[in-house]
C-alpha cells in the first residue's frame, strides 16, 4: 500500500515537471482572479453589518438578516425583480437563438468574399460603447429629430416619443442588443461549424441531402454542445443585468419598467449611499443565480449529457 502511494506521488510530481510550462501560464490568471475576486468577498459582510466608514467594515455593528427582510418588505421588491425577470427572459429568448442562426446561414455561404463583408457589418456593432449606443438610440427615436420620426412624418403620421412610453421600453433595449451582439455573440458558434470535416458535407450532398437536411442532421448537432454550455451559463446570470444601458435609457416616465435590481443597487449603494442595503441585494441576487445556475446545469446534463462539471 506504501508504495502504492510513492509510486502515485512520483508520477504526479513526473507530471507537473512534464506539464510546467502549461502550469506557468496558469499562475497569472489564478493570481489575478485570486486577487480582484477572491478578496473582496470578505466585503460580503458588509450585507450583515450596519456600515459606518469611520469604524470600517470590522468596527461597524452587526445587525444579521436585517437588510435582507427590508428588501423583501420594500414596495420596490416585487417590481425590480418582476422588471428584471421580463427583460432577462424577453432577451435571452431572443438574443439566444438569433446568433446561432446567423453563424448556420455565415457558415452555409461559399463565396468567401461576401461572407466576410456580412462578418464585418454584423460584427462592427459590438465596438460600440454602451454610452454611444444609448445615445444613438435616443437621439435615432427623438420625436423632434430622429430618422424615426422623420419616416413617420413622412407617410402622413404623428411623430412619437418612443422613450416616454413604457411600452416600448423592453423591445427598444432587447431589440438593440440584439443589433449590437448578435455578430460577436455568433463568434463561437462559426467556430464549431468550422471544425465540422468537409467530408460530411460532401457525403450528404452525394446522397441528396439539400442544404436544410445538412443543416438540420449535421451543423446543428455539432454545436449542440457549445449551444447547451451557454445556454447554462446565460441561465445562470438570469437576474445579472448590466445597469449602464437601462440607467442611460432609463426617464421618470419608463420608471416602472425600467427599474431593474442593478440600477436599483446603484441607486440605493452609490447616490443614497447606504452601502449595507445594496451589498445585501447584490448578495440575494448572486444566490439566485447560483441556485439557478445549479438547477439548470443539473437539467441539462440529465437531458443532453452536457453540463459545466
Request: hydrophobic share 45%; aromatic share 14%.
Amino acid at each position: 500500500m506504501k508504495t502504492k502511494k510513492v509510486r502515485k506521488k512520483g508520477s504526479t510530481i513526473r507530471a507537473l515537471r512534464r506539464d510546467i510550462s502549461l502550469w506557468l501560464f496558469c499562475v497569472p490568471g489564478v493570481v489575478l482572479t485570486f486577487i480582484f475576486s477572491y478578496i473582496p468577498m470578505y466585503g460580503v459582510q458588509l450585507a450583515f453589518r450596519r456600515y459606518n466608514a469611520k469604524a470600517g467594515i470590522w468596527g461597524s455593528p452587526w445587525v444579521g438578516l436585517y437588510y435582507f427582510k427590508r428588501f423583501f418588505e420594500s414596495p420596490y421588491f416585487a417590481s425590480t425583480i418582476k422588471n428584471t425577470l421580463i427583460l432577462s427572459l424577453y432577451g435571452l429568448v431572443v438574443s439566444f437563438p438569433i446568433p446561432i442562426i446567423l453563424a448556420l446561414l455565415l457558415n452555409s455561404f461559399r463565396h468567401k468574399r461576401y461572407r466576410k463583408v456580412i462578418q464585418t457589418v454584423t460584427y462592427a456593432p459590438n465596438f460600440i460603447s454602451t454610452v454611444v449606443m444609448c445615445g444613438m438610440i435616443i437621439l435615432f427615436l427623438s420625436p423632434s429629430v430622429g430618422v424615426i420620426n422623420n419616416v413617420v412624418r413622412f407617410f402622413g403620421g404623428d411623430p412619437v416619443n418612443f422613450m416616454a412610453k413604457k411600452e416600448y421600453w423592453r423591445h427598444i433595449y432587447v431589440w438593440t442588443g440584439v443589433w449590437q451582439g448578435m455578430g460577436w455573440n455568433s463568434v463561437i458558434y462559426f467556430a464549431a461549424l468550422s471544425g465540422i470535416s468537409p467530408e460530411l458535407h460532401e457525403a450528404a450532398k452525394c446522397d441528396g441531402a439539400t442544404k436544410f437536411q445538412i443543416i438540420r442532421h449535421i451543423d446543428l448537432p455539432s454545436i449542440l454542445p457549445t449551444a447547451t454550455i451557454l445556454l447554462i451559463m446565460n441561465c445562470g446570470s438570469i437576474l445579472s443585468i448590466g445597469f449602464e444601458k437601462a440607467y442611460l435609457l432609463q426617464n421618470d416616465l419608463n420608471l416602472s419598467v425600467s427599474e431593474i435590481i442593478s440600477t436599483y443597487v446603484y441607486k440605493v449603494g452609490l447616490i443614497n449611499n447606504d452601502m449595507s442595503y445594496s451589498t445585501a441585494i447584490g448578495l440575494f441576487n448572486t444566490l439566485v443565480n447560483l441556485v439557478m445556475l445549479l438547477i439548470v446545469n443539473k437539467t441539462a446534463d440529465k437531458l443532453s449529457g452536457n453540463s459545466l462539471w
